[in-house]
Each structure stands twice: as C-alpha cells, then as structure tokens.
C-alpha cells in the first residue's frame, strides 16, 4: 500500500528531439500572430480553454500570451498577457455547422468568457441541451450555438480528426450496431452513503484531478459530510489506514460493473489505475498483448497500462450513474 502524496509525482515522459511532441515543433504551430486557446492549472479553471494571441516566443517551450477576454483586472482596459508553457497552449479548434449533439457526447460549452468541458447528459428540446463539468460538478443548461464537440489537441493532431473518411464513418456506424447492451443511467438504491458502504474519494488537491481512491465509509455526519477510510492509503505515519473527513461533493458510490470490455478501442474514456486510485484518461493508442496508451488531460501525459488495469470510465450524477455511449464521443 501507498502513503498519500503531497503532491504530483506521476513520472514525466521526455520527448525525443526532433518528435512530433517534441517543443521544437512548437514553432510551426505557434508563431506570433497565432490565435490560440490556453487552459489553466488555476483552482476553478481547470477544464476550461480561453482564446488569445501569441506576442512572441520566449524559449523552446515558453510563450508570452495575450488573452482577447481576459483583463488585468476587473478595472481595466488592458488586456491580460501571460508567460506560459507549451503544455497550456492549442491552436482554435476547427469550426463547425449542422452537427446535432444527442445525450452523452463530449462537448465544449462557452461560459464566462471560456470553453468548458463537459458532457450532454439531458436533451431539452428546442436545441437545448444540459451539460455537466466534472471539474465543478455543476450542471447547466445551453442552447445549441453556444456548444461544440470535444476534442483533444494530442501530438500535434486533432483527436478526433476534423474530417472522417466514408471508411470510418462505415466503422462507426458498424460500432453503433455492435455496443455491448449497456444501460446509459443506472439508478442506485438511496442508502448508498451507509456506514460500511464502499465508496470512491476525489481530492481537489494539486496533482490529484481526475483520480478516484477507493474506500468505505466508516461515520456518516449529516447529510453532506462523511468520515471515510481509505483501502490503499495509509496515514503520515504509515502506522494504519488513512481516515477523512470528506463532503458529498467529493464521494461517490463504487462504480457497478456494467460494461465487461474484451478488448478497449481508440478514445474510450476509460479509468486507470495508477498510484494506488483511478484516474480519468482517453486510450490514444492501441498497442498488442492487451497493452494501450492512456492519455490523461490534466496533466498532458501519455502512459502505457494493461487492459487489466482499465475500466470504462462513469460519471455519478445526481444519484446515477452515466456512462457516455462509445458511438457519440467520435
């Protein structure tokens, strides 16, 4: 078993000169004059992409960005400029009419001057769609123009592509009739927040975004708060297992087995596990003997797991679970 981290230590990965992922690639995509969107490891801005301008190149990696929303401060005129690294930075993701968003897609929602990452969980009617942030845990209503697919700015490329050949589309529709019979929502019994239950802990503690920590509740204090114990992680003094206080926020029941999945397929959002708790992550690459490589957003890391050490990833939302559908992330 592990002790619980102070802080980050998933292992970096150094490119190789010269590969796609490397920063000396960077140039061709970032240029002064390039109009970008910047992501944040700010508390409360995770998830989100705001639009700017490059001024200029400051080293391999390092750019000095101006936002086009963002100001100084809330009196003045001047617009934000901050010195940020190349992990933050992305060129605008393609623009695009007609696309008809259905109930568990992935999707960007404009607010606060930004684009949010979510996921349609309702459809409304009258192109009106609910979406869900993870990152707050807050869900909100938009109408259509204000919504645009998800997708990832991975090794230089759009995933997924801007455009799919009349082959891919063949396969996806072949997908569509092909899913395991899995029930997008599963409702679960109310007394789930039970001493003795099994449940999964989230942390908004830097480096901890996006992981998931099994334990079992062991005091129950109000409706809201909860005493927990953790499985895989012990105290500061190593001497037992580490108990917390934890909010409703930030504890969910253990995800059902709904989904038994031979064999994973490119951008499944999947959990991983890693450092003793599941993270959320997007397979990026298939790789032979039941291997895969994990692409894991809020750090902008890739790592190779074993199909045994994944599962499809859910969603606990107003007290069920959600599990966006294969076919509608593409």
């Known amino acids: 078993m592990a ?18 992922t490397s920063p000396s690639s960077a140039s061709a995509f970032f240029k002064p004059g390039t109009a970008v969107e910047v992501s944040s490891d700010d508390d409360g801005f995770r998830g989100s992409w705001f639009s700017g301008i490059v001024i200029r190149r400051l080293a391999s990696d390092r750019f000095l960005v101006e936002y086009d929303n963002l100001m100084e401060d809330e009196q003045s ?60 845990r807050e869900q909100l209503v938009f109408p259509k123009e204000r919504l645009r697919l998800h997708r990832e700015w991975l090794n230089f490329n759009w995933v997924p592509p801007i455009q799919q050949s009349q082959k891919q589309d063949n396969d996806l529709k072949e997908m569509q009739l092909t899913l395991p019979n899995v029930k997008s929502v599963e409702t679960v019994k109310e007394d789930v927040f039970s001493v003795g239950k099994l449940v999964e802990v989230s942390s908004d503690e830097d480096g901890f975004s996006g992981a998931w920590f099994a334990a079992t509740i062991v005091e129950v204090m109000g409706n809201v708060k909860f005493i927990v114990e953790y499985q895989n992680l012990l105290a500061d003094d190593d001497s037992q297992l580490l108990k917390e206080e934890v909010d409703v926020l930030h504890i969910r029941p253990h995800p059902p087995d709904t989904c038994v ?46 199909h045994s050490h994944l599962r499809m990833h859910q969603d606990w939302i107003d007290g069920k679970w959600v599990m966006p559908s294969k076919a509608l992330m593409l």
């Open 77 to 136: 005129s001047k617009r934000l400029r901050e010195v940020l690294n190349l992990r933050h930075l992305r060129p605008l993701p393609p623009s695009e009419t007609g696309r008809e968003f259905k109930f568990g897609q992935e999707v960007d929602a404009f607010h606060n001057d930004g684009w949010w990452e979510g996921h349609i969980t309702q459809e409304l009617g009258n192109e009106r769609f609910a979406v869900y942030f993870r990152a707050s």
């Open 261 to 306: 999945i031979d064999q994973f397929s490119l951008l499944d959002e999947v959990d991983a596990l890693y450092n003793d708790g599941w993270w959320i992550g997007v397979i990026s690459k298939v790789l032979d003997d039941w291997r895969y490589i994990v692409y894991f957003r809020t750090t902008n890391e890739e790592l190779e797991f074993q």
């Open 3 to 20: 002790t619980k981290p102070k802080s980050k230590h998933k292992p970096k990965r150094k490119p190789k000169s010269g590969s796609p």
